[in-house]
């Protein structure tokens, strides 16, 4: 294993987000909009991390092919991820119609970015960027919704998300703890970790509401 502390980091991330998928799948209200999204949220992210953390332990050397395969996954699965964030914040707080004009505009910048990380800019700085716009929206639609309801696990999401941010501008600027020092791509997944706890909260509660309306 090339990078195991990044590698090892990223899988346990994949779990996480694969449970959490898996809770709200079989526990959310499949009535609410939002249920959709929350589960491509976290499915997304699991699938990603996967394959960050196999390109990192298995494919860092040697197949050049087989790494350009896992990380063009990865990127597309973020981009998936900030589609997710979109629908959600668009589903959780706009009128039906709006969130459709919403989805529509996010699909097609969607596809936009897709065809840039698979054949213009394959870099993760790119997924990064894609996904801080949406992650701020649906941070104001957490913290919105909080104003209304003062509910802890809507401050809690909405603390969450801001973090998501901080940790990837941490891992832009190669920020590392030690000792022992963790690599910088290690202490983003750590903060990760954390923070999409707190998304997942926020996300359980939510979908327990019954239909017909959050307020």
């Keep these: 294993m090339t990078e195991p502390d990044v590698a090892l980091t990223d899988y346990a991330l994949s779990i996480e987000c694969a449970l959490f998928a898996a809770i709200l799948y079989f526990r959310g209200d499949r009535s609410l909009p939002s249920w959709r999204w929350f589960i491509l949220f976290f499915a997304s992210l699991s699938l990603a991390t996967f394959a960050g953390g196999t390109v990192h332990g298995l494919f860092l050397e040697g197949d050049p092919s087989a790494h350009r395969a896992l990380a063009a996954l990865g990127l597309v699965s973020g981009g998936l991820a900030a589609l997710a ?65 003062k509910v802890r696990e809507l401050r809690l999401g909405t603390a969450g ?55």
């Design 85 to 149: 964030a979109w629908g959600l914040g668009a589903a959780l707080r706009l009128s039906a119609a709006a969130a459709r004009l919403v989805v529509t505009f996010a699909t097609g910048e969607f596809f936009l970015y897709c065809a840039l990380v698979l054949f213009v800019v394959p870099d993760l700085s790119l997924a990064l960027a894609n996904y801080a716009v949406p992650a701020v929206f649906l941070a104001l639609v957490f913290h919105s919704l909080y104003r209304h309801m």
């Design 161 to 215: 998300l801001l973090l998501t941010l901080l940790a990837a501008a941490g891992q832009q600027k190669g920020i590392a703890l030690g000792p022992p020092r963790l690599d910088p791509n290690a202490v983003y997944h750590a903060l990760q970790a954390v923070a999409l706890l707190m998304v997942f909260l926020a996300a359980r509660w939510l979908l327990r509401r019954r239909a017909g309306g959050l307020f």
